[in-house]
């Protein structure tokens, strides 16, 4: 899930801020904590960049849908795919933007894309700059690994 | 007070040499500003001494009444006299408006304060935003003390309310944030082993609180008096009445059977059985300061503290002399406050999770 999920939400802050500085991570199965083995359903991901703090939240659920959240001095920015709305805290909620729901053109793209990496034209560079995301969620399961896991073996 | 030291104090308190600082500081407080002052009294109070700390509250009222009232708040939570504190509703509201104009660093210690005198209060909600408040205002201020203390408080709320994986997401929050080799890291280890406990996992509730108790002495520290009670609530919730009641029929000795009895007489409290779970807890004391346990025995001596109704009576004469008895510290003895919800728990029947606020 943290892998498959987070992936893309920790891709997209890096693009925007910069390297995050990883701060914790729990996960959990079924309600319960999850062990290394397992594959978690639901993560938390706390980080920050500089001043800027980052709580990823994600979880399993029956639609696919994703909410970003920007929480700043002045009010609050909300975005998903079909809205971004700004709130200023007294209690006004304005829409900044509206865009269909249909992602069809971009699943396309992204299609085409992949296509094209099998053909052998994709750019060859393109694995390094998944490294930095993948480096931070590897110290994400780090994190469960360290706080689950040890944890059960100490006990036998 | 030179600002070059009190710039050098500030960073080596953050990077927890604490009790050294805070002597130094103490020892040159002549002169000092509101904000040093008020600094100072916050470093006492976060440790627990209210005793040096009241001393300079009445010397910070005249250079800053909002901080010094603000201190006040932290001296009740510390007395547990917070739900006193709060029923004088005008102080309160007087106090928040006049917030609004302070920093955020400010704004953040009033608001873990509130936050944790609601808790104690049993006002959980209330106790969840105002903490959720102090960890926005420490962020604004960039103080990740204030950040760690509103986070565990946090987890110790969410516990309470029921939301175990929250909790645990908060205290890993809390532990990231604290400075290594910080007093607070066996506490956590506690709490995250309540955690564990609460959803079953008792293997890994008992790893945890052993991880604390290690933690505990390798500060310097006698024992974890919260671990050992952790130990003994497992043993409360192991499953079926046979493990427990076996062990605590046999002759066997030691620390095992000894945190057996003592989670046996929370067992029969809980039922009701106050003569039966007097004499378990009166054996378990026996057993562990025989077998050369004296902290759990100091603990199961004051665990009549934790006993329904007719043991409330006395507790802190009871508790006090276990305290002596075994050179446990006060402080670690739970909050009236908070045996007072978890009797009320017992009276009324509800889940065993009530108990857990003896365990705070």
């Given at each position: 899930?943290?892998?498959?999920?987070?992936?893309?939400?920790?891709?997209?802050?890096?693009?925007?801020?910069?390297?995050?500085?990883?701060?914790?991570c729990t996960a959990s199965r079924?309600?319960?904590?999850?062990?290394?083995?397992?594959?978690?359903?639901?993560?938390?991901?706390?980080?920050?960049?500089g001043a800027t703090w980052i709580?990823?939240?994600?979880?399993?659920?029956?639609?696919?849908?994703?909410?970003?959240?920007?929480?700043?001095?002045?009010?609050?920015?909300?975005?998903?795919?079909?809205?971004?709305?700004?709130?200023?805290?007294?209690?006004?909620?304005?829409?900044?933007?509206?865009?269909?729901?249909?992602?069809?053109?971009?699943?396309?793209?992204?299609?085409?894309?992949?296509?094209?990496?099998?053909?052998?034209?994709?750019?060859?560079?393109?694995?390094?700059?998944?490294?930095?995301?993948?480096?931070?969620?590897?110290?994400?399961?780090?994190?469960?690994?360290?706080?689950?896991?040890?944890?059960?073996?100490?006990?036998? | 007070?030179?600002?070059?030291?009190?710039?050098?104090?500030?960073?080596?308190?953050?990077?927890?040499?604490?009790?050294?600082?805070?002597?130094?500081?103490?020892?040159?407080?002549?002169?000092?500003?509101?904000?040093?002052?008020?600094?100072?009294?916050?470093?006492?109070?976060?440790?627990?001494?209210?005793?040096?700390?009241?001393?300079?509250?009445?010397?910070?009222?005249?250079?800053?009444?909002?901080?010094?009232?603000?201190?006040?708040?932290?001296?009740?939570?510390?007395?547990?006299?917070?739900?006193?504190?709060?029923?004088?509703?005008?102080?309160?509201?007087?106090?928040?408006?006049?917030?609004?104009?302070?920093?955020?660093?400010?704004?953040?210690?009033?608001?873990?304060?509130?936050?944790?005198?609601?808790?104690?209060?049993?006002?959980?909600?209330?106790?969840?935003?105002?903490?959720?408040?102090?960890?926005?205002?420490?962020?604004?201020?960039?103080?990740?003390?204030?950040?760690?203390?509103?986070?565990?408080?946090?987890?110790?709320?969410?516990?309470?309310?029921?939301?175990?994986?929250?909790?645990?997401?908060?205290?890993?929050?809390?532990?990231?944030?604290?400075?290594?080799?910080?007093?607070?890291?066996?506490?956590?280890?506690?709490?995250?082993?309540?955690?564990?406990?609460?959803?079953?996992?008792?293997?890994?509730?008992?790893?945890?609180?052993?991880?604390?108790?290690?933690?505990?002495?390798?500060?310097?520290?006698?024992?974890?008096?919260?671990?050992?009670?952790?130990?003994?609530?497992?043993?409360?919730?192991?499953?079926?009445?046979?493990?427990?009641?076996?062990?605590?029929?046999?002759?066997?000795?030691?620390?095992?059977?000894?945190?057996?009895?003592?989670?046996?007489?929370?067992?029969?409290?809980?039922?009701?059985?106050?003569?039966?779970?007097?004499?378990?807890?009166?054996?378990?004391?026996?057993?562990?300061?025989?077998?050369?346990?004296?902290?759990?025995?100091?603990?199961?001596?004051?665990?009549?503290?934790?006993?329904?109704?007719?043991?409330?009576?006395?507790?802190?004469?009871?508790?006090?002399?276990?305290?002596?008895?075994?050179?446990?510290?006060?402080?670690?003895?739970?909050?009236?406050?908070?045996?007072?919800?978890?009797?009320?728990?017992?009276?009324?029947?509800?889940?065993?999770?009530?108990?857990?606020?003896?365990?705070?």
């Amino acid at each position: 899930m943290l892998l498959d999920l987070g992936y893309h939400a920790v891709d997209l802050a890096q693009f925007l801020l910069g390297p995050l500085d990883f701060l914790s991570c729990t996960a959990s199965r079924d309600g319960r904590p999850a062990s290394i083995d397992d594959v978690e359903d639901r993560a938390s991901v706390w980080a920050r960049a500089g001043a800027t703090w980052i709580h990823l939240e994600i979880g399993r659920g029956v639609e696919k849908r994703e909410r970003v959240v920007i929480e700043c001095a002045a009010g609050r920015f909300e975005a998903n795919r079909e809205r971004l709305l700004w709130s200023d805290g007294t209690g006004g909620v304005r829409t900044l933007a509206e865009s269909p729901r249909d992602w069809s053109r971009t699943m396309v793209e992204q299609l085409d894309t992949f296509a094209r990496a099998i053909d052998g034209d994709a750019a060859s560079n393109e694995l390094e700059t998944q490294l930095p995301a993948l480096r931070f969620l590897e110290a994400c399961y780090a994190r469960i690994r360290l706080d689950g896991v040890p944890a059960r073996e100490a006990a036998r | 007070m030179s600002a070059r030291r009190w710039e050098r104090w500030t960073r080596g308190y953050a990077r927890a040499s604490r009790a050294e600082v805070l002597e130094e500081a103490l020892a040159e407080l002549a002169g000092a500003d509101a904000e040093q002052l008020g600094t100072v009294v916050g470093w006492l109070l976060d440790g627990g001494d209210v005793r040096r700390a009241e001393p300079l509250i009445a010397r910070l009222r005249e250079l800053d009444a909002w901080r010094a009232s603000v201190e006040g708040l932290w001296v009740a939570y510390r007395r547990s006299e917070g739900a006193r504190a709060l029923a004088d509703a005008g102080t309160i509201v007087a106090l928040v408006d006049e917030s609004a104009t302070r920093e955020p660093g400010d704004r953040a210690r009033m608001a873990l304060a509130l936050g944790k005198i609601c808790s104690d209060s049993g006002g959980l909600d209330a106790s969840r935003r105002w903490l959720i408040e102090a960890a926005s205002h420490a962020r604004r201020a960039v103080d990740d003390d204030a950040l760690a203390a509103a986070f565990g408080a946090l987890g110790e709320v969410l516990f309470l309310g029921g939301r175990v994986l929250e909790a645990l997401d908060a205290i890993a929050l809390d532990e990231s944030l604290l400075p290594p080799g910080s007093a607070e890291r066996d506490r956590l280890l506690v709490y995250r082993g309540h955690c564990y406990r609460e959803l079953g996992d008792l293997d890994v509730a008992r790893a945890l609180y052993e991880q604390a108790r290690a933690a505990a002495r390798l500060r310097g520290a006698e024992d974890s008096p919260w671990a050992l009670r952790g130990l003994a609530w497992c043993e409360l919730c192991e499953p079926g009445p046979g493990r427990g009641a076996s062990a605590a029929d046999s002759d066997g000795d030691g620390h095992p059977l000894g945190l057996t009895l003592l989670g046996r007489a929370w067992a029969l409290a809980r039922e009701g059985n106050v003569p039966g779970a007097e004499a378990s807890r009166r054996r378990a004391a026996e057993v562990l300061a025989r077998g050369g346990y004296p902290q759990e025995a100091a603990v199961a001596l004051g665990a009549v503290a934790d006993l329904p109704l007719p043991s409330l009576a006395a507790p802190r004469e009871v508790r006090a002399d276990a305290c002596d008895e075994h050179l446990l510290a006060p402080p670690l003895v739970p909050r009236r406050e908070s045996l007072e919800r978890a009797a009320r728990a017992l009276e009324t029947g509800e889940d065993v999770r009530g108990l857990t606020g003896a365990f705070f």
